[in-house]
């Protein structure tokens, strides 16, 4: 079964720090999120990518993050400079044309110390 | 009002017993709904979509009521390997970015 697979799985950075997580989505798919979830609360949307442009970011996605394709198979998360609070799981979901549902990845959790 | 409400639990129930579910949502302009469940520190996986005529798979059945923006889930003859948090989800329209709520806590005690 096709997989959305992302790297690495931990993530342990110094604050004020540049990180790049990956994320490998299923190959047909078209459109492209990252979310992300502080232990304890809810999954919150960061922000959508469609034909090479941000379809939408929410309050989270400010300038300290970007997201960029690179090639035809990578989807990656930037964050510039990490903070503490920055410190969560990391989930990379896509979505194909001919259905609705998203499917994430096991995600990268990211520590900032 | 939070854009999707759940009762977060923790439910914890005998092997063998019916568990509901309940959400409700705040965007009447929502199309798509789901339910998501979620492993202790793993990803969310997609448990069922949620349909305006009701649905079921298998022990699991889903409610939708648009008019009263409701969700539920029903979780017939409980399982322990059904323990996990269920996320009630919400396609919030042109980019589909999902919306979740807090989950529910499932507990399945043998």
């Known amino acids: 079964e096709p997989e959305v697979t992302q790297t690495p799985s931990h993530q342990v950075t110094q604050m004020g720090q540049e990180v790049i997580l990956r994320c490998v989505p299923i190959?047909?798919?078209?459109?492209f999120y990252w979310y992300r979830q502080i232990l304890g609360q809810k999954v919150e949307f960061l922000v959508s990518f469609y034909n090479n442009e941000i379809s939408e970011k929410s309050e989270i996605f400010d300038d300290q993050f970007s997201v960029e394709r690179p090639d035809g198979s990578n989807f990656t998360l930037k964050i510039r400079s990490t903070k503490l609070e920055d410190s969560a799981m990391y989930f990379c979901a896509s979505i194909g044309t001919a259905e609705n549902i998203q499917y994430f990845g096991a995600g990268t959790r990211l520590s900032v110390l | 009002r939070k854009e999707v409400e759940q009762d977060p639990g923790p439910f914890n129930v005998p092997e063998g017993a019916t568990v509901a579910f309940n959400c409700t949502y705040s965007n009447s302009a929502s199309q798509s709904f789901f339910w998501y469940r979620q492993d202790c520190r793993k990803e969310p996986k997609l448990l069922m979509s949620v349909y305006s005529s009701g649905n079921e798979d298998g022990r699991f059945t889903a409610q939708l009521n648009r008019a009263s923006q409701y969700i539920s889930l029903l979780i017939r003859d409980s399982k322990l390997s059904d323990s996990a948090t269920y996320l009630c989800?919400?396609?919030?329209?042109?980019?589909?970015?999902?919306?979740f709520g807090t989950g529910t806590l499932l507990a399945v005690q043998p």
């Open positions: 190959s047909n798919h078209l459109y």
């Open positions: 989800v919400v396609n919030d329209g042109a980019t589909n970015k999902l919306i």
